[in-house]
């Protein structure tokens, strides 16, 4: 007697395989690939945060005031934008920075919420006189700017938001708040 020889795999085995395969890296392309809202929320935060300490020291190492600038986009999505500039002559100018020169943009599937020393901030549009355009927050020679905090959440979930907090005397935190 002959023992039968089986000679490679059946169609079958082939197919389970080939499903296996497919649906691991379906799963690890959508983690890799795409970011989630949250994921947003908390590159904002930390880019947020990142920036108003540099600035401060910036406006320190300059011996010059820094403003941050806050705008509500007028395109169909309407995100959130913030820019820095400084005081030069008694004029608020763009800075040459290449950090802060690049304007913050917020996702528009972002709920923003800043509040500046107690108060909520209300963030409109630009105004047309670009000299009535005032910053919300002023960064001082000195290492002071005003206290506050930026809350940041998904407008969908609203469970989970991340908070950016900063003291007078800068310190800016970008923390994962939980309900």
């Known amino acids: 007697m002959q ?3 089986h000679r490679g795999f059946s169609l079958i085995e082939i197919l389970v395989a080939v499903f296996v395969i497919v649906m691991v890296a379906s799963v690890v392309m959508l983690n890799v690939s795409s ?3 949250d994921r947003l929320a908390e590159d904002a935060a930390q880019q947020f945060a990142r920036t108003l300490n540099y ?15 806050a705008e509500r986009e007028t395109s ?18 763009s800075v040459t920075d290449t950090v802060l020169s690049v304007v913050l943009r917020f996702d528009p599937e972002l709920d923003l919420e800043l509040e500046i020393e107690g108060t909520v901030v209300d963030v409109t549009a630009r105004p047309v006189e670009t000299e009535q355009w005032q910053p919300v927050l002023r960064l001082l020679p000195s290492g002071e700017m005003s206290a506050g905090r930026l809350i940041i959440e998904d407008s969908n979930e609203g469970a989970r938001f991340w908070r950016v907090d900063w003291t007078i005397f800068g310190g800016a935190k970008a923390t994962l708040e939980q309900p």
């Open 3 to 5: 023992a039968q020889r």
């Open 35 to 37: 970011p989630t809202r």
């Open 55 to 69: 600035a401060l020291e910036e406006a320190e190492y300059a011996n010059t005031v820094y403003g941050l600038f």
């Open 76 to 93: 169909d999505a309407g995100g959130i934008a913030f820019t820095y500039k400084r005081i030069d002559d008694n004029r608020w100018v």
